[in-house]
């Protein structure tokens, strides 16, 4: 099938597949509210501009007040920043660990592939919470960023295994014999000859890591280990239960970004879900 049918064959799934519609939509309302959410608001999100306190949603103050007079439709779209920088970052890294370790684990073997594999099975073995935990608790200064790296850092272990198995496949096929007997060097022949083969499949692992990134960002900061400067989703769920907010009754303080991060989350699998059917032949809906 040449090339210019692929993507047309792609596309006709794609645009008929409710999922991956549903999913995409989600994900770009969200990400247009991140840059554009700013303009609506005049504050930064620990400006005190209500003296009254917290109040319900009103026509000035869209998602009400916190319990100090704060605006929680400002730290709302601030807070998204964040989550997505968590997510592209953090999963970005976690995914770029993890398909290198698997390529050449997979692609290599012997005794290579017997040392990464070790160093992957131990990392994946210690729970990565509690790795998170105890560097969050001893860094003296935390901003979204480094968090993003620790979680990028300990969140490979189960794409390395996949990307290997993958690619222990597809490393005895014949256009990769024909590569290696014309000279060409592992690392060519992995990202030139592997790695497009499996295009899709990374798409699909990246995606999972950018949702699970943010889960775990969310509770780091929902349990006080979050940044310290700056607004996140989880951390204005910290700031409502430490407060009281729901047994005061002030539910627009925590419903919007908890709303938020189970919207973000889940329009992310959602996706995953759609792309798989798209991307596999057995899965379409005709």
Known sequence: ??????????????????????????????????????????YTPYAYVNPMGAQPPSSEHWFGTTMFGQ?????FVFGLQATFLVGIVGGGLGTLIGVVVGFVAGYRGGIVDEILSTITNIVLVIPTLAI???????????????????????????????????????????????????????????????????????????????GGAILNAATLDFIGLGPMEGISLGMMMQYAVLWGALHLGHWWWFVPPGAAIMAIVGALYVTNVGLDEVFNPKLREM
């Open 71 to 75: 605006d929680v439709f400002t730290q």
């Open 132 to 210: 998170l935990l105890i560097i969050a608790a001893y860094l003296e200064v935390r901003g979204v960023f480094t968090e993003s790296i620790f979680i990028g850092c300990t969140a490979w272990p189960w794409t390395a295994r996949a990307v290997r198995a993958q690619t222990f496949s597809l490393r005895s096929r014949e256009f990769v014999d024909l590569a290696r007997l014309s000279g060409m060097n592992t690392w060519k022949i992995i990202f030139q000859e592997v790695a497009p083969n499996m295009m899709s499949y990374l798409l699909l692992v990246f995606i999972l890591q950018f």
């Open 1 to 42: 099938m040449t090339e210019p049918k692929k993507k047309n064959e792609f596309l006709y799934f794609a645009l008929r597949n409710n999922k991956l519609r549903i999913g995409l939509t989600v994900v770009f309302f969200f990400l247009v509210l991140t840059f554009v959410g700013p303009q609506f608001t005049d």
